[in-house]
């Protein structure tokens, strides 16, 4: 079954310091991942999307990094700000149909940046 | 360039009501993705329409419709609403079928009481 699991679930850190996000999937076949920042009711944007060969990707202070071998991925927030409170999506994309991704969303991991 | 628009931004049903939701795509984009988001939870996939034809489909239900005009705008439809279909709607769209990335709306948070 096509899944993909985040953890922790909630994270509360201090302005100022880094953290780490952590992203296990089984989809296959794995086509990308990417992940999201969504605020409360609003809809996902988009921070970095990675195919197989790429093994870190770079967005300002977010850097996403996959290990397709093992299939798990990170997303390191440096120097957090208070707009990082948000919830983080990880998604994985599996070849579908012809050029059809087919996405697979993890729950997320809902983060507050506190002062 | 615009982004993805989504209409209405609320609305509130009665159970066993219907209900359009309607989003018109970035510019460019010929492909429009549906999801469904329970509070908590991560974007459900509903069906995706490229080039005005449905090209997959999630785990729900028939009364589930959609359609997607020549400008590549597209609708999601949902009859006899169930309390459980209360959720964030979200539309996403892309340029041939996935291959560059999703945008995605703001969403209609859709109350069912």
């Known amino acids: 079954k096509n899944q993909v699991e985040q953890s922790p679930q909630s994270l509360i850190i201090l302005e100022g310091k880094n953290c780490t996000l952590q992203c296990n999937y089984t989809v296959s076949p794995f086509s990308n991942l990417r992940w999201y920042k969504q605020d409360t009711g609003r809809g996902p944007v988009s921070l970095t999307i990675m195919t197989f060969s790429e093994n870190t990707k770079s967005n300002g202070r977010y850097t996403a990094t996959l290990d397709a071998d093992t299939k798990q991925s990170s997303l390191h927030i440096t120097a957090s700000q208070l707009s990082d409170s948000a919830s983080y999506i990880c998604v994985v994309g599996r070849i579908y149909t012809g050029t059809a991704s087919k996405l697979t969303f993890g729950t997320g991991t809902r983060l507050q940046v506190t002062l | 360039e615009t982004g993805v628009t989504q209409s209405p931004t609320h609305l509130i049903k009665t159970r066993g009501q219907q209900v359009t939701l309607r989003c018109s795509s970035q510019s460019g984009h010929n492909t429009v993705s549906w999801y469904q988001q329970a509070l908590g939870q991560g974007p459900q996939f509903i069906f995706q329409y490229y080039r005005e034809e449905e090209n997959g489909r999630g785990n729900f239900p028939p009364r589930f419709s959609g359609l997607q005009f020549p400008n590549y705008s597209s609708e999601l439809n949902v009859n006899a609403l169930e309390l459980d279909d209360s959720a964030l709607y979200l539309c996403?769209?892309?340029?041939?079928?996935?291959?560059?990335?999703?945008?995605f709306g703001s969403g209609t948070r859709l109350t069912v009481v």
């Open positions: 996403a769209s892309s340029l041939e079928a996935d291959l560059y990335g999703y945008t």
